[in-house]
């Protein structure tokens, strides 16, 4: 596609369901980054990837969050058991390769009731 | 800890005239520097980047200057139009960790710019 996509843009789910927040980048972008940004701040790092390998996931705030890249292009960051402070926006970004200028998706707003 | 962050939350400035946006860094050992816009309900944009063996590089109508020795950044835009009204955010990168490429970018807290008519 021509941008980053995201999906769902709206999740809503009650504590302890778990969560699938699906990110798909530009088309031949190889890194992809995960973050999480509160309402007010700047996006929180949670992980990334290059290809399909996960380079850094010192981000991910606790055991219940991973993501995986699994065929290099796709991404899928879960969330399990959640809980209402996991409430926020999700971000996707996607890069041609490492830390050059990101393209970030539209996001996807989780709310944990 | 170390972390980017950002002089003011808020600056107003009158159309037509120049916005500077600071920003602060603490992380010596970061060499690549970038800001974003992110209007509201939107995702963040790139804007500019800059790399550590530089001190200033210009776009279009936007300036990024930067002073290693006092670990500063700013942003410059020119004749500040209704259209940049946006949260405007620095962030940084460390190439290296334990001698390993890290491409981690870490953002800082944003600054709002309002544009007075």
């Known amino acids: 596609g021509a941008g980053v996509s995201q999906s769902p843009r709206y999740k809503v789910t009650k504590r302890g369901q778990d969560v699938a927040l699906r990110c798909d980048p530009i088309?031949?972008?190889?890194?992809l980054y995960w973050y999480r940004q509160a309402l007010g701040q700047g996006p929180e790092f949670l992980t990334y990837f290059n290809y399909e390998a996960q380079q850094d996931k010192s981000g991910l705030p606790n055991d219940r969050f991973s993501a995986e890249r699994p065929e290099g292009s796709i991404s899928t960051l879960t969330i399990q058991r959640t809980e209402q402070r996991d409430s926020a926006m999700y971000r996707c970004?996607?890069?041609?390769?490492?830390?050059?200028?990101?393209?970030f998706g539209p996001g996807t707003r989780l709310t944990v009731l | 800890g170390e972390s980017v962050g950002l002089h003011l939350p808020t600056l107003s400035v009158q159309e037509g005239d120049n916005s500077i946006i600071n920003c602060a860094y603490s992380?010596?050992?970061?060499?690549?520097f970038i800001w974003y816009k992110q209007e509201s309900g939107k995702g963040p944009q790139f804007i500019i980047d800059?790399?550590?063996?530089?001190d200033k590089r210009q776009g279009q109508r936007v300036t990024v200057l930067l002073n290693k020795t006092v670990k500063h950044l700013s942003l410059q835009i020119a004749a500040t139009q209704p259209g940049d009204s946006a949260v405007y955010f620095c962030?940084?990168?460390?190439?290296?960790?334990?001698?390993?490429?890290?491409?981690?970018?870490?953002f800082g807290k944003g600054t709002r710019l309002h544009i007075l008519p």
């Open positions: 992380n010596s050992a970061s060499d690549y």
């Open positions: 970004a996607s890069s041609s390769f490492g830390r050059n200028s990101q393209f």
């Open positions: 088309s031949g972008h190889v890194s």
């Open positions: 800059i790399r550590s063996n530089m």
């Open positions: 962030a940084e990168n460390t190439a290296t960790r334990s001698g390993n490429r890290d491409d981690k970018i870490i």
